[in-house]
C-alpha cells in the first residue's frame, strides 16, 4: 500500500512513545484543551440558539408581526381584512384596539397594555390560546367586560378567575362634582403565562368593550393585526401593504417594538462565540510549543533523513502531519462531545435540578423554568473548521523550523 514518507513518520511520531515524557504529557494537553474548547463552544452557543428560538417562538408569538393601523378609526375592518390575506405572504389577520393605562386592586397598581381583541381572530394570529393557565379567551364576550391577564399581575394583584379588577385610562372626566379619572371595573376571564415581561404589562379584553372605552361607535378599530409566513419579511411586507391600500393608513412591525431584543441577543451571540474562539485559538496554539519540543528532541532523527535524501518539504510535512493528527483528533473529540452535551443539556439540568432540589431558572425571574438548547449544524461545521485551521496554522512554524535543521550541526555531538 502507498504511503508518503511524511505520512507514515508523521503517524508513527504521533503513535510512539516518546523518551522524553514531559512532552507526551504536553501533546496530551494541547489535544485536550482543543476538546474541551471545542465542546464548550458548541454547547454554549447551542443554549443561546434555544434562548432566541425561546424569545422568537414566546414573544413574537404574542406581539404582532406587523400591523396596518388608521390615522382615524377604521369602522369596515373586515374589509380591510380581506385586501391584506389576499396577499399570499399573510397568513392570517385579526383587528384590534389598544388601551394604555394602570390595573389597581386593593391599593395595588400596575401599569398595563390592555389590547381589545376579537377571541376567535386573535387565536389565528397569537400563541395565547396555548398558554391559558386558567379561563379562557372565549371568555371575553361583548358587554361581560371581562379580562384576560398575565400571571405576574395575578401574582401581584393575587387573584384568580372570577375576581374584579379596575382598569383607569390616563383620561379625565369633568363632572360638576370635579375632575375624576376615567374607571371601568372588569371581571378576571382568564389567567395566561407566556415568559418574559409580557405575563407582567399586557391584558386583553373584548373588542366591543375597548370600543366603548374609547367611546367609539361599535364595530370601529384601531388598526389590523397580521401573521406572516416569514415574521423577518415583516418591514418590507407591512410597507408593500400600506402602499398598496387605498385610505390613509400607517404600518408598524416587530422590529421597531422588539428589535433592540433580538439585535441584542445576536450581537452577544457574535460577541461569546469570538470570545470562546480564543479558547480554542489558546488551544490550538498550544500545539506549536508541543511541536517545537518536539523538534528539539528529533534533531537526530532530522539529520538521519537528511542525509538518507528526505528533503525539506518532506521534513517539514513530517511535524505538520503529526500536528496536524493532534488538531483532528482534539476537534473530532470535542464535536462528539459537544453535540451530545447540546442535545442533553436541558435533560441534564433538570435532572440535576431534581437531585439537587434547586431551581437554577425559576420562572419568577426568568421567562422560562428551564435550560433550552437548539443545535444548528451550520455553528457546528463553522467550530470544528476554524479549530482545524488554527491547528494547521499552528504547524507551520515548527514544521519551517524542523526542515531547516543542518545534519551536520545536528549530529557534531552525538
Known sequence: MFR??????????????????????ISLISMLGLTLGVMVMILVLSVMNGFDRELRTRILGMVPHATI???????????????????????????FIQLQG????????APVLVTGVEPEAEKTVSIIENHMQSGS?????????????????????????GDKLTFVLPEASVTPAGVFPR????TVAGVFKVGAELDSSLAMINLDDAAKLNRWQPGQVQGVRIK?????????????????LPGDYYAQDWTRTHGNLFAAIKMEKTMIGLLLMLIVAVAAFNIISTLVMVVTDKKADIAI??????????????FMVQGSVIGVVGTLSGCVLGVLA?????????????????????SDVYFISYLPSELIWSDVLIICGAALSLSFLATLYPAWRASRTEPAEALRYD
Open 342 to 362: 447540546a442535545l442533553n443539556v436541558s435533560q441534564g439540568v433538570a435532572w440535576l435540578e431534581h437531585t439537587l432540589g434547586i431551581q437554577f431558572l425559576s
Open 137 to 161: 379567551l372565549d371568555n371575553l364576550t361583548a358587554g361581560d367586560f371581562g379580562i384576560v391577564i398575565g400571571e405576574l399581575i395575578a401574582k401581584r394583584f393575587n387573584v384568580e378567575v
Open 183 to 186: 374607571l371601568k371595573r372588569f
Open 69 to 95: 393601523n388608521g390615522y382615524q378609526p377604521i369602522s369596515d375592518w373586515q374589509s380591510l381584512s380581506d385586501k391584506l390575506i389576499a396577499n399570499p405572504k399573510v397568513v392570517a389577520t385579526a383587528p
Open 305 to 318: 533523513l537528511r542525509t538518507l535524501g528526505a528533503t525539506r518539504l518532506s521534513i517539514m510535512g513530517i
Open 228 to 244: 406572516l409566513d416569514n415574521l423577518f419579511e415583516a418591514p418590507r411586507v407591512a410597507w408593500d401593504l400600506v402602499s398598496q
Open 102 to 109: 394602570m390595573l389597581t386592586h386593593d391599593g395595588s397598581v
Open 4 to 25: 508518503p514518507l511524511p505520512f507514515f513518520i508523521g503517524l508513527r511520531y504521533t503513535r510512539a512513545k516518546r523518551r522524553n515524557h514531559f512532552i507526551s504529557f
